[in-house]
């Protein structure tokens, strides 16, 4: 059974950071690339980030680059997001996605 858990969300103010993380079973993990997803109230969903867990390819959105790193732990399945400089809009419920499966999502909030 594929499972997904993303953690490390939290409140803080504007300019602060935040480490995301996703703890991964049930398939192959280092087959496969790994997404950040993130959808804020009212709003559609938005990708983020991604990295390839066989090349360590990433990808980030024109939004987050410069501010957010993506990175893995293939022998722990893991994968981290370090959010750096977070803005209010940065607010949303981040969730780790393989596929089509999704975790439960941790919620990042930005006060300005």
């Known amino acids: 059974e594929v499972q997904l858990q993303a953690s490390g969300g939290g409140s803080v103010q504007a300019g602060g950071s935040l480490r995301l993380s996703c703890a991964a079973s049930?398939?192959?993990?280092?087959?496969?690339?790994i997404s950040w997803i993130r959808q804020a109230p009212g709003k559609e969903r938005e990708g983020i980030s991604c990295?390839?867990?066989?090349?360590?390819?990433?990808y980030y959105v024109d939004s987050v680059k410069g501010r957010f790193i993506i990175s893995n732990d293939n022998n722990k399945n893991m994968v981290y997001l370090q959010m750096n400089n977070l803005k209010p809009e940065d607010t949303a419920v981040y969730y780790c996605f393989v596929g089509s499966y999704r975790g439960q999502g941790t919620q990042v909030t930005v006060s300005s």
């Open positions: 990295i390839g867990n066989r090349d360590n390819s990433t």
């Open positions: 049930g398939f192959a993990f280092s087959d496969y690339a």
